[in-house]
């Protein structure tokens, strides 16, 4: 079955580490994205890439960064610049010029 | 710059009645989609209802409809005949069409359903 999957479900940091989300989609999907979300915050976009190699700032982009070096993935890194980094994550991905977006289940991030 | 309003943080509904949930967005651009996702306690995201702005008829999707006003740039989601199932966050979301377009979400609203 197609889909978009997120690892780990939970993860823990302890202050000063860096850490990396992981989303893969086997969809064929051009289009991914990443969100945090708090509540009473709604869903803030951190990165999203429209191909391989390339990708842009949404509006909470500082102290996480991204690469996407294949279609199928789009790995968030949250680095230790990150100020307030416990959050649950959300990782999306559309086909190119389409609105529908699928998601996956989430990432729940502690800081220890 | 694209912004998405949800002014109303929480809502609650009787079941079997029917409630309307408020959006609001910003843009200047003319042909975009405009979505309602619910997100239940398993925080597992689902599209409810699409609409896309060119179109002048409102979606509807079983017991969900949208109330789509481009000159005043309103989209709500009324839901019918409200059922235990439907308690959820819902999210109001915008994208503009083409390449290299964001999606942006509102702030989202807490739905309970009374029995």
């Known amino acids: 079955d197609g889909g978009i999957t997120q690892s780990p479900k939970y993860l823990f940091r302890k202050e000063g580490q860096n850490v990396t989300l992981s989303c893969e989609q086997n969809?064929?999907?051009?289009?991914m994205y990443w969100y945090r979300q708090d509540p009473g915050q709604g869903l803030r976009l951190i990165y999203y890439?429209?191909?391989?190699?390339?990708?842009q700032k949404g509006d909470i982009a500082e102290g996480y960064s991204v690469s996407r070096e294949k279609k199928e993935s789009f790995p968030l890194t949250v680095t230790s610049a990150q100020k307030n980094p416990t959050a649950f994550y959300l990782c999306?991905?559309?086909?190119?010029?389409?609105?529908?977006?699928?998601f996956g289940q989430g990432t729940r991030l502690t800081v220890v | 710059a694209q912004t998405v309003t949800q002014s109303q943080p929480e809502m609650s509904v009787q079941e079997a009645e029917t409630v309307t949930l408020s959006c609001t967005y910003d843009?200047?651009?003319?042909?975009?989609?405009l979505f309602w996702y619910k997100q239940p306690p398993s925080r597992q995201m689902i599209l409810v209802i699409r609409q896309e702005a060119y179109k002048q008829q409102n979606a509807t999707e079983n017991r969900f409809s949208v109330n789509f006003q481009k000159a005043a740039k309103s989209f709500s989601l009324k839901i019918s005949d409200s059922q235990l199932g439907d308690a959820a966050m819902y999210f109001c979301a915008y994208r503009i069409t083409g390449a290299n377009s964001k999606l942006t979400f509102g702030k989202g609203i807490t739905l309970s359903v009374r029995p």
């Open positions: 890439s429209q191909i391989v190699n390339d990708f």
């Open positions: 843009t200047s651009e003319s042909d975009y989609y």
């Open positions: 969809l064929n999907h051009d289009a």
């Open positions: 999306a991905s559309t086909p190119l010029g389409e609105g529908k977006a699928f």
